[in-house]
């Protein structure tokens, strides 16, 4: 009888994604032919999150790596080794000599990294991994407004990690349709949404709802 239900509960489990399938958006989830690379660094506590936009970029973008980890050690068993990169690698993370994407010459940029995490373990991996901080730095100037209303953000301005990447690529290649990438995370935030009681959605609200 136990063994019955762990079969049956399998089921409803995604096997790309290990979400149930209440919760997967992977059939909304379309390739997307990035020409600059993308590496993810990963904070180990984001691993399996349920309301995580990682995932997607996995199952659209055509050029990127995901890195799990937190300190050098991690990172160069995960795949990464920052002794590597170079000034051809750049960093989108806000900071005292960050410069605006949008306004600065990238042309010299190759491969970008990225970090997935809250704010505070994002600046964490940032501190634990001084090379990193040798690398250009860049922010947005003019972000989009985040959808993503089911994970409250720092500040109005703070995109969530798959949204970022689309607004980066969609900045860096013009010509590139990111727009799979939004329609992936418009889907995920109404699943997620789903699952909330409807007396509580409306502490939700997406930008322009009534």
């Known amino acids: 009888m136990g063994q019955g239900l762990v079969v049956n509960r399998q089921r409803f489990i995604c096997p790309h994604c290990q979400l149930h399938t209440n919760i997967c958006v992977c059939d909304q989830c379309q390739a997307v032919a990035n020409r600059i690379p993308i590496t993810v660094i990963q904070h180990p506590s984001e691993v399996g999150r349920s309301k995580g936009t990682l995932r997607i970029l996995e199952r659209c973008l055509d050029q990127v790596q995901v890195v799990v980890g937190e300190s050098p050690k991690q990172l160069q068993r995960a795949g990464l080794s920052l002794a590597d990169l170079n000034g051809n690698s750049a960093v989108l993370f806000p900071g005292p000599t960050s410069q605006l994407l949008e306004e600065a010459d990238t042309s010299a940029i190759s491969h970008w990294l990225l970090l997935d995490g809250t704010w505070r373990k994002a600046a964490k991996i940032l501190h634990l991994n001084p090379q990193l901080a040798t690398l250009p730095r860049f922010h947005f100037a003019h972000p989009p407004a985040s959808q993503y209303v089911i994970r409250k ?7 969530s990690t798959a949204e970022a990447a689309a607004y980066l690529l969609k900045t860096l290649e013009p010509g590139l349709d ?22 509580l959605r409306n502490h939700y609200q997406k930008p322009g709802d009534p």
Request: charged letters at 15%.
């Open 153 to 159: 953000a720092p500040a109005e301005h703070h995109l």
């Open 178 to 199: 990111v727009q799979p990438i939004d329609t992936a995370m418009a889907a995920l935030v109404d699943k997620q949404l789903a699952q909330i009681p409807p007396e």
